[in-house]
């Protein structure tokens, strides 16, 4: 999986995931959002790290470190145009 599509991906678990965290939060009882919200967690958590092991840390606070030298300083930043992928650019390559 190329890294924009490890980064799409991640994109829509973590939108999933904040969505669901804010519908518990008014409905803590509903089991099957609970069951969701858990795997969602879980398979972001998955490609979270494959992701960090093929391409360098997400975070610098809260990534382990894969290898002899901390990575994020190499990094590209957030507020780098080439950092960032297009929302219009993705939904092309899905069609």
Known sequence: MSEKELLKKLTILDFMAVDLQLYLD?????????????????DADMLRSQYEKMYGPLFS??????????????????????????????????K
């Open 61 to 94: 606070f809260r990534s382990y470190n894969h290898g002899d030298t901390f990575k994020w300083v190499g990094k590209l930043w957030p507020w780098q145009a080439e950092a960032n992928f297009n929302i219009e650019d993705v939904e092309k390559e899905d």
């Open 26 to 42: 008014t409905h803590p009882d509903d089991t099957e959002a609970v069951e969701k919200y858990n795997s969602v967690i879980k």
